[in-house]
């Protein structure tokens, strides 16, 4: 028996033992990275230790990038002006939509942007019958002109209002920034990539990567921000941590 | 010379049917017929495969079809629209002219054009004859086309069964042989006597003793005759294009809905776009006219008519971008009492080599797609809700950055910025040129990037500010930031860069308040204490 086993042919439908990924280029495994046909042109977010956990390595073209942050101000445009800076010094328009406040053109200019060539578009000013404000933002992601995109999301988004935006985000070539509120991480998206921001002391920002084309990222990501405070400014960061730490365990205590 | 010409079988119907403002698939299934002096004098295809013929009585047809929508024939209608058909000629040659009507009355429904001289230009006659069918296309009438050595042959030519394309005098004298004699405007007044004595077709009468057909049948018709066979001359009168473009159209059915306007205007703008298509133009603005009905007593109270005006930011004379930012302004309008009439109107407009074809999409046809993106934009959301940023010389934290509604050229200097960097004065320039404006201003502080419209006020424990309840710690600062005595928005303020407590940075002010006490007249409760005015984003 042993003998006549060998003799029998190797099926001749086996599958061979090939990478998905190079079957196709939306086939890929668990445990690796996404490798989409866009991922290979991604961008760079300036930020090394960032770029190591995105898959391609970097901000993706043609689908949405979605960050949730508890609130406006805590380096999320120094954390997104490296992708958007490079599109405009590629001669290519950025689109602000819906900015919570005002921006400032001073600390605007500082981060490399060209002012002056900023787009910023308000669709919730006033009440556009019959149609719903991201009617814009699909517009211009469908139009394919526009270098890149920061769009601020109007709070408990629905589900298929973000999917159109993704579909639309196709044509779209470029970085697409979604910003919405951190409650929406219960939810589920459309977008391939979402991020969390948060902050993590003076000129740091804590990134916990919720969804991306590959293994899930269990450690949160802290990178450090272009610095805003002095270097003395920073070191009493370090020296007003101590009592911070004090005064907590001394409230545990009583 | 080389003459085509256009003619247009259906033309008063197809005019009626633009009135109607439906949608064209829906138009085709929907029996329509013209009358005229109380009988049927064209009906469509649906209608005559409900029977409907003209030659019928009103009543006969409304017997047969009850559902049929009835016109009146109406040739000033009719010249309106020719018209446009006219201007597309005229994109190809300076010599159109119109053939006059066969019998009084009547509105023409021929253009002739002259093209020998723009044959080479068009890369010969057959592909001129695509072309200019194909900027008829939108206009969406039947045009039946004929080509000859003479204009009244064309004319001729272009009304018999199959019209033929003749080049050369000896094919066109051919081609005439066998057009019926009824075509010929004289021979139909004679049309019995000519049937009796056998003649039918023009071959039949160019058999016949000239002197003898002269005495019978008057000199016009020989006239005619030897004008089709180049044997006598026929001069012309070339149509002049208008120099303002006003172009009418009255609903039959009236309007109700934007839609319904819209539909009519879809029709205009195609006018439009030949108008400028003749003279090489494009448009910069527009004006839609809607007249509306009067509403009796209510009458004075609602206005007559509504206009639109309609600027773009970059001439165009595109007809779909055109409509999609009629649509958008039509979205937005109000009408005030059912539409009766519509009316476009342009005058604004621009000559200049029309754009280059790109196979490849390049740079300067992603700034018009933006340009063309940023006017659907505004044309939705309202001009000033598209905006750009403006640094101001101005220490005041909230009066150094202002957002100003884009205009049209600012939309389209793309990033070029020649023009654009021309308007903003020189001094704006400067702060903005280097990557560390405050290079030549002397030390200024870290800016955040988010500001807030208003400060909000923090509250205090001790001397400390606190932000949602707890201690905020200062980490940089103070700068002194004092200005604005002169246009009483007067600011004395101390700025900190502190650290909430979960991390991120914020920039909060004191007031100095006694000093402000004493400039604002002593408000205590919005002078002095801490504020927060913005964040490091």
New interface residues.
Partial sequence: MRAARPALPEPACRPVRRAPETLHPALWLGHQWGRSAAAAAAIASGFARLDDQLPGGGWPRRCLSELLL?????????LLAPPLVAA?RA???VMIFDP?????????????F??????????R??L????DSL??LE??LK????GAVLAWLPPRLRADRLRRLQLASHNHDGAAFVLRELAAAGRPTASPLRLAL???????LRLRLLKRRGPPLEAPLDIALPA???EA??R??QG?REPALHEATFVNLA | MLWIALHLPALSLESFMATLASEPQAAAQRPVALLEAHRIASANAAAQALGVKPGLKRATALALAPQIVLGQADAGRDATALLPVAHAALAFTPMVCLQPATTPGAACDTVLLEVQSSLRYFGGHERLLQRLHASLRPLGHVVRSASAATAQAAALLSRVASPPHCTDLATTRQALEVVPVWLLGPGREHWEALQGMGLRTLADLLALPRVGLARRFGEALLDEIDAALGRRPDPRDPIVLPATFESRLELFARADTTEQVQQGASVLLERLVLWLAAQHAFVRRFRLLMHHEGRGSQGERSPQASALDIALAEPSRDSAHLLVLLREHLARLQLPAPTLELALQADDITKRAPPNQELFPTTQGEREGLTRLIERLQARLGTDQVRRLVAVDDHRPEQASQAQALDGRAASGGSGGGRRAARSTAKHRRSLAGPMPEASHGEVGERPVWLLPVPEPLAEKGAGPLLEHRPLKLLAGPERIEAGWWDDALAERDYFIAQAPEGALVWIYRERWPLSTRASGGNAATVGGWFLHGRFG
């Fill in positions: 508890p609130h406006p101000g805590i380096g999320e445009i120094r405009q001669g290519r328009p919570p406040a005002a921006l400032s053109a001073r600390a605007l200019a500082r981060l490399g060209d002012v002056e060539q900023l787009l910023i578009v308000n669709t000013a006033r556009i019958p019959g149609s009617w814009a517009q211009a139009s394919g002109h526009v948060q902050a993590a002391g003076a000129d740091r805003v405070l002095s400014a920073a009493r960061t007003i």
